[in-house]
C-alpha cells in the first residue's frame, strides 16, 4: 500500500513532464496552462512486480501445417505434428495440450508408447526425441541425434522397448527408449538385399514386425523391395523385387498375408507361402481402357488392412489413386468392404490417417470402429461401424480458420446470462447428420477449476462472418455465428465497378468490431469502409434495415489556419427520418452524383426476416468522392447509454444517433481543432498523394493466410501513418533489424517530435471513447464527452448535450460541439481510460438490454434502463474530478479532469512503439497492460505509471499477431499465433501458479488389456512357438555398443521440469519416481558397465599370469 501526494502543477516523480520539444500537458493550444492550487490525493496502489508474470496458457484451433498422427488405442489421446515443430495432445474435450520441439524442425513421424504415458517423436533434423505425457505439461526426456544418416521411417513394437529406425541410406537401427541409445545390431541395406543386386534399393519406407512371429521384420524399401529379415540368424528369409515403387504396406492379423499400396494406384497382396509374385493386384479407381491396359492414377499413399468379427470382409481404407483424368478431383479416402466401395471425398488434401482399431495387438482380429483422416486445414473421424460412414461432430475448435481470422475480441468476467443465450439460439443453426456415437478421442481427464468465470472471444474473418466462443475455463467452444454479409444485396459480375478495386475478393472483410455486452449491442467495421450495428433479438423480426451515407472528405489545397476553420458541427434535420439522409460535407465542392456519391457496397432496401439472434438494425457507409474510394474506417466507439456511434479514419470524424438514424457530426480532423490547431498546416498539393493515400493505411497487411490469397486490404490503429515520404519509411523499414521480410515483421519512421507536421498532412482518428467527463476546464459536472485521440498524438474532449427523458431522446436532438481542448502525447493515440480519484476504473454509461421484437406487455412497458457511472458517483470524498490514463504509441499520461493537469508521464519505448494498450482489472487492482511491436509486454500501475513488468516475449512479431494481439481483464491475453490457431497466454502469477489446477491429465492409469487366448490348434499350427527376445538379441551383451559418431544421445530438460510442474498430484509423483528410477537406473548401469570392464581385466591379468607360471614352472633359475 502506498501513499502519493501530488501537487497538481504538472510536476511528476516518474520523469519529467515536459523534458523539452512539445507544448507542456495540460493546455487548450500548445500554451502553458495557469499552475492549479495543491491538492493532496490518497492512491493506494496495491499492484507489485511479484503480481505479474507471462504464461502460456493454451493453444486452440487446428494445428498449422500437420504433418503427422498417431494414437494411443488404450489411452485413447491422439498426437498430431506439425511442419515447425510442434505437437499437439488432444483427448475428451478439455483435454487440449500444445509442446514445441525448441529446434523448431518438422516432426516427420510420431510413435506412442502405447499405455506408457510417453510419445517418441522423429523430426527433420533427424532427431528422436521421448516425451513424457505422465505430466500436465509434457517435457523432453532423452533425445538422440542421428549426425550421418537421415531419419525416414520408425516402428516401436507393442509392449517393446527397442524401436526401429529406418533411414534414407537404406539401413534399419535399433534404439533402446529406456536409454536412449543405439543397439549395436544394425541391419545394413547391403545385407538385406541380394548380393548379385547392382542398384540401391533406396530409403526404408516401411517397418514392421510379423504379426505371427515377432522375430521377424518386414522392410520395404522406397524403390519396391521387401525384405523379411529374420533378427535370430540375421538373414532375410526371403525377398521381394516389384516393378512399381512402394508407399506404405499393412499386414493381415494373421500373419499370412500383407498388402502393398504403389505408385501407380495399385495395391498387392502377397502371400507369405509364395512370394514370388503377389497372387493379387488391383487398381481400385482405374478403369480397363480398350486396349485392355489399364488408365493411369495417381499414387496410394497409404493402405490399411484391417479385419473385423462380424464380417468375413476385411475393411481396407486408402488415401489416393484416382485416375489422372479426373482433374479438378477432390481429394478422396475410400473406404472398401468386400465389393462395396465407398469414396469419401475431402475439402482438404490428407496429410494422415489412421484407422482406429479396439485391440492394441496386431495378431488379433482388429474389429476397426473408427477412421482419423488428418487434412492440411481440417480433422475428420469417420464411423465405420454404420454403413453410411458419417463422420463424427467434433469437440474441439478445429474450424476457427473456416475463413482466415482478421480480428480478434476478448471479453473476461461477462454477465453470467450471456453464454447460454447465444449458445440456445446458436444451437438451432448447428449441422445435422453426424454419428451417434461417442467421441473415439476419449482419454486423459479434465475438470472445470475452481477459479472460473464468463469469457467469450469473438473473432471477425474475411468472408464477413463472425463467430462467438466460450473460452471460460481455458477451452473453446463455438456459441454463435453470425454473416454480416447478408446485409447487402450480392454483387452482379457487371456491376462490381470500382468497388473491386477497394476491396478485391473479400468486400465484408471484418475490419474491427464492438461490443457492450450489457446491452448486447454488437458492432462491425468491414473492409468497404462500412459499419453495420446489431441488436439481440430472442424473437425473429420482418424489418427494413435503415442505411446512413457519410461523405467524409480531406482537401489539401488549402492552407489550414485558425481563421479557416468554424466549431460548427453538420448537423442533420431531426425531423427527417429518412433512410438516405446525406449531409453535406463541410469541404465538398464536388456535386453528389452518381458517379462519385456511391458506396461500395448496396445495403438490402426490402423488408428482411432476420432468426432470432443479431439482427442488423442500421449500417453506415462511407462514399467515394472525386472518384476516390472512402478510406478505412481506423476507429469505433458505440455507446448504449447514450444512443450513439463514433467513426473515424484517415479524413475525419463521424457521429451518428442510432436512436434516430441520424448524422450528427462529419468532419475533417482538420476542423474538429478550430482555433486550438497547435499546429501550422503547410500547403499541399491536392493530387500529390491521392493515389498513394489509400494503399498507405493499408502497407505491410499482407495476406497472413496463404501466398495464393489476395490482400485483405484492412487498417490497424497503430498503423495509420500518412506520409508523403513514402521513400524514407521503406528506407527505415530497410534498416530495422527486423524488416527482412515485410510480410512478417515491421518497422517504423517516426519524427520523435510531433511538431514536425510537415511529413505529415494527414491526421488519422485512432482511438474513440464515449465517457462521462469534463470538455472544458471550467466545467463544474462532468457531460457527456467524445474523446478522439488522432495519429499525430492529440486527443480533443469533444462535449455533447443528450437529453435524458426517454420520450425527449427519441425526439430532441442532441448538440455535438468540438470545445478545442487539446492534450498532447508522443506517437499515435491507442487508449484512452478514467480513473476515479481512488484509483478504481470508471466503467462507460450502457443501457441494460431489453428485447425490442419481444411482444408488447400493457402492464409492463419497455423503458430505457440506463446505468451511469460519472465520476461524481463514484465517489463521496473526490467528486468533483476524475483521472484520465492516455496511451500512445510512445508513452502513456495520466491526467487530473478536469483542470487537465498531467499528474504522471512513462515513456514506454524509444526503440520501438506500441500496437496494443488497455486498462485492465487484475489482481483486484488496474494496471495499463502494452503490448509492443519487438515483442516486449509490459505493464505499469495506475495512476503512478510505475513499470512493474518488461518481458521480450515474442521476439518476431509478424503482421498477424500486431492485428489480433488483444488482452483482457484477469491477466489474460490472446493472439493469433499461426493462421489456424489461438494462442491464450496470462501475465498473471495467481493464474500461472493455478494452471497446473486448470490443464488437463493426459495420462490416467488404465489396465493393458489381456491378449487374447488363440487356441491349441492355432498356437500349436500357427508359429510363433519361441519366444523372442529383442533383449538378448539387441543389448550390449550380445549385439555390443552403437556407434557414438553415428548418434549422439542428449539429455532432456524435463527430468526436473517435468517434476516441478506435476508435483501437485498423484501422476506427479509418478512422473517423479520413474525419472528418479531412470536415472537411478542409468548410475547403477554405468556402475554395473565399469565394473563389468573391472572383472575383465582381472580375469585376463590372472590368465596371463597362470600362462606364465606355467611357462616357467620347470625353468632353471639360469635359464631365465
Known amino acids: 500500500m502506498k501513499k502519493f501526494r501530488k501537487v497538481l502543477d504538472g510536476l511528476t516523480t516518474s520523469s519529467p513532464v515536459n523534458p523539452g520539444g512539445s507544448p507542456a500537458c495540460g493546455s487548450a493550444a500548445g500554451t502553458p496552462s495557469a499552475t492549479p492550487t495543491p491538492r493532496e490525493l490518497e492512491i493506494h496502489e496495491t499492484l507489485m512486480s511479484e503480481h505479474f508474470q507471462i504464461c502460456k496458457t493454451v493453444r486452440h484451433g487446428f494445428p498449422y501445417q500437420p504433418t503427422a498422427l498417431a494414437f494411443d488405442p488404450v489411452q485413447k489421446i491422439l498426437a498430431i505434428g506439425t511442419r515447425s515443430g510442434g505437437v499437439r495432445l488432444l483427448g475428451r474435450p478439455g483435454v487440449d495440450c500444445h509442446c514445441q520441439h525448441e529446434s523448431g524442425a518438422a516432426v516427420l513421424q510420431l510413435q506412442f508408447l502405447i499405455n506408457e504415458g510417453a510419445l517418441v517423436t522423429a523430426c527433420a533434423d533427424d532427431t528422436l526425441h521421448l516425451w513424457n505425457l505422465r505430466q500436465r505439461r509434457p517435457a523432453i526426456l532423452h533425445s538422440l541425434k542421428f549426425n550421418r544418416e537421415r531419419i525416414t521411417f520408425c516402428h516401436l513394437p507393442f509392449q517393446s522397448k527397442w524401436l526401429y529406425v529406418g533411414t534414407e541410406r537404406g539401413n534399419t537401427h535399433i ?39 515377432e522375430g521377424k521384420l518386414l522392410i520395404g524399401f522406397e524403390s519396391g523391395t521387401i525384405v523379411m529379415w529374420d533378427l535370430r540368424v540375421k538373414r532375410a528369409d526371403f525377398r521381394i523385387y516389384y516393378d512399381e515403387a512402394i508407399h506404405s504396406v499393412s499386414w493381415h492379423h494373421e500373419g499370412r498375408q500383407f498388402m502393398c499400396s504403389h505408385s501407380d494406384g495399385s495395391l498387392s497382396m502377397w502371400n507369405m507361402r509364395n512370394t514370388a509374385k503377389p497372387f493379387q493386384v488391383t487398381f481400385p479407381h482405374g478403369k480397363t481402357q480398350r486396349d485392355g491396359r489399364k488408365e493411369s492414377c495417381k499414387p496410394i499413399l497409404k493402405v490399411e488392412y484391417k479385419t473385423s468379427r462380424n464380417s468375413s470382409e476385411a475393411f481396407v481404407v486408402f488415401s489416393g ?178 468497388s473491386g478495386e477497394l476491396v478485391e475478393e473479400d468486400p465484408y472483410a471484418v475490419q474491427m468490431i464492438s461490443w457492450c455486452p450489457q446491452s448486447r449491442i454488437f458492432c462491425v467495421v468491414g473492409t468497404s469502409a462500412h459499419v453495420i450495428l446489431y441488436r439481440f433479438s430472442k424473437h425473429d423480426a420482418n424489418t427494413t434495415i435503415t442505411s446512413l451515407e457519410v461523405r467524409l472528405q480531406c482537401e489539401m489545397e488549402d492552407v489550414i489556419s485558425p481563421s479557416d476553420t468554424e466549431n460548427t458541427p453538420c448537423y442533420s434535420d431531426p425531423s427527417g427520418l429518412s433512410p438516405q439522409p446525406q449531409p453535406p460535407s463541410p469541404r465538398s465542392n464536388t456535386p453528389d452524383s452518381a458517379r462519385d456519391s456511391i458506396s461500395c457496397l448496396k445495403v438490402k432496401d426490402r423488408m428482411i426476416r432476420m432468426p432470432p439472434g443479431y439482427q442488423a438494425e442500421l449500417v453506415v457507409q462511407l462514399l467515394w468522392i472525386d472518384g476516390e474510394p472512402p478510406q478505412q474506417i481506423t476507429s469505433l466507439d458505440l455507446n448504449s447509454a447514450y444512443g450513439l456511434l463514433a467513426v473515424g479514419n484517415c479524413n475525419g470524424l463521424a457521429v451518428v444517433d442510432y436512436l434516430q438514424k441520424t448524422i450528427l457530426l462529419c468532419m475533417n480532423t482538420l476542423e474538429l481543432y478550430g482555433s486550438a490547431d497547435p499546429f501550422q498546416r503547410l500547403t499541399r498539393s491536392p493530387r500529390k498523394n491521392r493515389q498513394s493515400t489509400s494503399d498507405f493505411c493499408m502497407r505491410g497487411l499482407s495476406s497472413f493466410y496463404s501466398d495464393s490469397k489476395k490482400r485483405i486490404r484492412t487498417s490497424y490503429q497503430s498503423l495509420t501513418e500518412l506520409s508523403d515520404n513514402q521513400v524514407s519509411l521503406d528506407l527505415e523499414r530497410s534498416k530495422s533489424p527486423t524488416s527482412e521480410s515485410r510480410e512478417n515483421s515491421f518497422s517504423r519512421s517516426r519524427s520523435s517530435s510531433v511538431s514536425s507536421i510537415d511529413r505529415e498532412t494527414k491526421e488519422a482518428v485512432t482511438t474513440l471513447q464515449f465517457m462521462e467527463s469534463y470538455g472544458r476546464k471550467s466545467d463544474s459536472l462532468p457531460t457527456p464527452c467524445l474523446w478522439v485521440g488522432t495519429s499525430l498524438g492529440l486527443v480533443l474532449i469533444i462535449p455533447m448535450s443528450i437529453p435524458m427523458d426517454e420520450q425527449e431522446r427519441q425526439e430532441d436532438p442532441v448538440t455535438v460541439a468540438p470545445a478545442g481542448t487539446v492534450l498532447m502525447l508522443k506517437g499515435s493515440i491507442l487508449r484512452v481510460s478514467f480513473l476515479d480519484c481512488g484509483g478504481a476504473l470508471i466503467h462507460s454509461p450502457y443501457e441494460v438490454w431489453r428485447d425490442q421484437q419481444a411482444p408488447a406487455d400493457p402492464d409492463r412497458p419497455r423503458k430505457r434502463k440506463l446505468v451511469n457511472f460519472s465520476p461524481s458517483s463514484s465517489q463521496e470524498a473526490s467528486g468533483d474530478c476524475h483521472l484520465a490514463v492516455v ?234
Open 175 to 213: 534404439v533402446n527408449i529406456e536409454s536412449f541409445v543405439l543397439s549395436g545390431y544394425v541391419i545394413m541395406w547391403n545385407k538385406a538385399i541380394e548380393l548379385s543386386t547392382k542398384t540401391h534399393p533406396g530409403p526404408v519406407v516401411h517397418l514392421s514386425d510379423s504379426p505371427k512371429d
Open 321 to 498: 489413386g484416382l485416375s489422372y483424368d479426373k482433374a479438378g478431383r477432390r481429394p478422396t479416402l475410400t473406404i472398401m468392404h468386400g465389393k462395396a466401395i465407398t469414396v469419401l471425398e475431402m475439402d482438404y488434401p490428407i496429410v494422415d490417417f489412421m484407422v482406429l482399431c479396439d485391440t492394441p495387438y496386431l495378431n488379433e482380429v482388429q474389429e476397426p470402429y473408427a477412421v482419423v483422416v488428418l487434412l492440411e486445414k481440417d480433422f475428420v473421424v469417420v464411423d465405420l461401424t454404420q454403413s453410411n460412414f458419417p463422420i463424427f461432430e467434433n469437440p474441439y475448435p478445429m474450424d476457427v480458420h473456416e475463413s482466415p481470422v482478421t480480428c480478434t475480441a476478448y471479453f473476461a468476467d461477462c454477465p453470467p446470462d450471456i453464454i447460454p443465450v447465444l449458445y440456445s439460439i446458436g444451437a438451432k443453426h448447428k449441422k445435422t447428420g453426424y454419428s451417434h456415437k461417442e467421441w473415439p478421442v476419449s482419454g486423459g481427464t479434465w475438470t472445470v477449476g475452481s477459479q472460473t468465470y464468463p469469457e467469450i472471444i469473438v473473432t471477425g474473418h474475411a468472408d464477413g462472418s463472425i463467430k462467438f466462443w466460450d473460452a471460460t475455463a481455458i477451452t473453446l467452444q463455438m456459441l454463435y455465428k453470425l454473416k454480416t454479409s447478408k446485409v447487402f444485396e450480392n454483387p452482379k459480375s457487371g456491376d462490381v465497378g470500382r
Open 887 to 1120: 496511451c500512445s504509441e510512445r508513452q502513456a499520461k495520466v491526467f487530473l479532469m478536469p483542470t487537465q493537469a498531467c499528474l504522471y508521464v512513462h515513456n514506454i519505448t524509444e526503440s520501438s512503439f506500441v500496437l496494443r494498450a488497455d486498462v485492465v482489472s487484475v489482481c483486484n487492482s488496474v494496471g495499463l497492460a502494452c503490448f509492443c511491436a519487438n515483442g516486449h509486454i509490459m505493464t505499469l500501475s495506475l495512476p503512478s505509471l510505475r513499470p512493474l513488468l518488461d518481458v521480450n516475449y515474442l521476439p518476431q512479431t509478424d503482421m498477424r499477431i500486431a492485428r489480433t494481439f488483444c488482452f483482457t481483464n484477469g491477466g489474460q491475453a490472446l493472439y493469433l499465433c499461426s493462421p489456424t490457431e489461438i494462442q491464450r497466454i496470462t501475465y498473471s502469477q495467481e493464474m500461472c501458479d493455478n494452471l497446473q489446477e486448470m490443464l488437463g491429465e493426459l495420462f490416467t492409469p488404465i489396465e493393458t488389456p489381456e491378449a487374447q487366448n488363440r487356441g491349441f490348434l492355432k498356437g500349436f499350427f500357427g508359429g510363433n512357438s519361441q519366444t523372442f527376445d529383442r533383449e538378448e538379441l539387441f543389448g550390449e551383451a550380445s549385439a555390443g555398443k552403437g556407434s557414438r559418431s553415428l548418434a549422439q544421445h542428449i539429455p532432456g530438460q524435463g527430468g526436473m521440469e517435468g517434476m516441478k510442474a506435476a508435483a501437485g498430484g498423484v501422476v506427479g509423483e509418478l512422473a517423479r519416481a520413474r525419472i528418479a528410477l531412470d536415472e537411478r537406473g542409468q548410475r547403477l548401469g554405468e556402475l554395473e558397465e565399469r565394473t563389468a570392464l573391472m572383472m575383465t581385466s582381472a580375469e585376463t591379468f590372472s590368465k596371463h599370469a597362470h600362462e606364465m607360471m606355467l611357462k616357467c614352472k620347470d625353468k632353471k633359475w639360469y635359464q631365465f
